[in-house]
DNA sequence: TCGAGCGTAGAACAGTGTTCGTCAAACGAA
DNA sequence: TTCGTTTGACGAACACTGTTCTACGCTCGA
């Protein structure tokens, strides 16, 4: 306040009660989380590392955050607050929709495993309830029944939810091993290639013929393949395919 | 052997060193974590706790095992080898898929949220091979390029196991309410009913509006619907489309 | 000025996966 | 048969985890 434009008198220890560190507060403590996360993967977001971070112990976290499960419910509230949503129009539903999805995708995986929270838990949060009012919009715009867009809204989180935590799961691989990720990638799919090619080809003709076909196509390739599944696949259902 | 037709002497204490217990050996653990995980799930299958069913401590598993990941891939083989193969008919290839999808997915589903222990894992072992060999069969027999039918396969695994995980999470806070599973949906979809239907109007009117049909359709129902977004999907893949 | 309430913490509890070192049984060679 | 050697079994311990209990101070309203 205004005590900030006057010095400090020197007879009296300024602030001796709260330390350099960060007050604490729900909105800090999810903060530091998303930074830890971001680094170290769910599995490095003790309520103790937390908690160190703020000069003190984890009990004292437990006033602004029922449990971890509630603090990483929060974690993805605030990430997904940060999907930016242009103006739906369902004239370009797919185009839109695809964005969309590699926006999801490429939010989240700043993350890590985070994303692995989020599975069975309905986002009802106000910046998560953004983007399925969006989604409805968008796909009962172009022509789908409200049922069969809420189920591919449903469908498509799913999917990228689950293809984000697949990576990240590779990722936390990559990590471990020390190497860099194309360097593993090289070693990993190297491996995997020279083992299917080495199968005997007459119990297992597929997979020693094709070893090299199958190994194409990073993670972003497949992701997007597996999204124009889904997509693609919804064009039966539009009001206009009968 | 032979021993076992003679009553054993009564001057001799019969089988001293091994008690009524199951010996140890990697067949006899993976039998018993999956009889936990079958009903307490992934969790339930704490090293001790698997020991304890033998008598015996933690440390006794790692001379079997090399540690729970392990544990867990294995575990995961030996339930893909329950998976039956009918001869592959590309002339059914959709319909064959689907079959073998509701398939896996009911089979994993026995085993709650073992699926999880999936992302990420390329299964390298024989009963996991024998499916991927099985679906590339299938696939490259419809028409479908030996890369498309491996990226497919890739999805359509990621979206079995990514569904099966999700609901066992889901039927995991079920057996936490203690409930039973019907009344726990009756309650659970019509409190995320009435508070989707609940919402301004004027800032989310999809939602408000299309509770009702976006909260229609139990596990299998939505499962089914992706399932075959995926494989309609994959139609303009095929040779004949061009 | 004085309670009341709330946020802050330290300590502790009941778990977890994993490793270490010891001990006994089994096996192969002399 | 006897003597290493190797292997599996296993108790104890380590470094963690999320969570709860309880006491302590500070701040705020009456």
Same mark, same amino acid.
């Not at 330390?19 to 309520?47: K, N, Y």
């Not at 989020?118 to 910046?127: D, Y």
């Not at 094709?210 to 997509?231: K, P």
């Given at each position: 306040?205004?005590?900030?434009?006057?010095?400090?008198?020197?007879?009296?220890?300024?602030?001796?009660?709260?330390?350099?560190?960060?007050?604490?507060?729900?909105?800090?403590?999810?903060?530091?989380?998303?930074?830890?996360?971001?680094?170290?993967?769910?599995?490095?977001?003790?309520?103790?590392?937390?908690?160190?971070?703020?000069?003190?112990?984890?009990?004292?976290?437990?006033?602004?955050?029922?449990?971890?499960?509630?603090?990483?419910?929060?974690? &993805?509230? =605030? @990430?997904?607050?940060?999907?930016?949503? $242009?103006?739906?129009?369902?004239?370009?539903?797919?185009? /839109? %929709?695809?964005?969309?999805?590699?926006?999801?995708?490429?939010?989240?995986?700043?993350?890590?495993?985070?994303?692995?929270?989020?599975?069975?838990?309905?986002?009802?949060?106000?910046?998560?309830?953004?983007?399925?009012?969006?989604?409805?919009?968008?796909?009962?715009?172009?022509?789908?029944?409200?049922?069969?867009?809420?189920?591919?809204?449903?469908?498509?989180?799913?999917?990228?939810?689950?293809?984000?935590?697949?990576?990240?799961?590779? &990722?936390? =691989? @990559?990590?471990?091993?020390?190497?860099? $990720?194309?360097?593993?990638?090289?070693?990993?799919?190297? /491996? %995997?290639?020279?083992?299917?090619?080495?199968?005997?080809?007459?119990?297992?003709?597929?997979?020693?013929?094709?070893?090299?076909?199958?190994?194409?196509?990073?993670?972003?390739?497949?992701?997007?393949?597996?999204?124009?599944?889904?997509?693609?696949?919804?064009?039966?259902?539009?009001?206009?395919?009968?």
């Amino acid at each position: 306040m205004a005590d900030d434009t006057l010095p400090t008198p020197p007879w009296r220890t300024p602030a001796k009660t709260r330390p350099v560190r960060p007050v604490l507060s729900q909105d800090g403590i999810v903060d530091v989380a998303l930074r830890i996360v971001a680094t170290d993967g769910v599995e490095g977001v003790s309520m103790r590392r937390v908690a160190q971070e703020f000069g003190t112990g984890p009990s004292s976290l437990y006033a602004h955050v029922a449990n971890k499960e509630e603090l990483l419910a929060l974690m &993805l509230d =605030r @990430v997904s607050a940060g999907v930016e949503l $242009p103006e739906p129009d369902p004239a370009r539903w797919k185009e /839109q %929709l695809r964005e969309l999805a590699f926006g999801l995708f490429h939010t989240l995986r700043r993350y890590n495993d985070l994303a692995g929270a989020s599975f069975a838990n309905v986002p009802t949060s106000h910046s998560a309830l953004r983007i399925s009012e969006w989604m409805m919009a968008l796909m009962t715009g172009a022509g789908l029944a409200p049922r069969t867009a809420g189920w591919a809204l449903d469908r498509l989180f799913l999917y990228i939810t689950a293809d984000v935590y697949e990576g990240s799961i590779y &990722l936390t =691989r @990559v990590r471990r091993a020390g190497t860099t $990720p194309d360097e593993f990638a090289k070693a990993y799919f190297g /491996q %995997l290639h020279d083992y299917m090619a080495s199968l005997p080809a007459d119990r297992f003709p597929m997979m020693s013929a094709h070893a090299g076909a199958m190994t194409e196509g990073d993670g972003d390739v497949r992701f997007a393949f597996g999204l124009d599944l889904i997509l693609d696949g919804l064009d039966r259902h539009l009001d206009s395919a009968g």
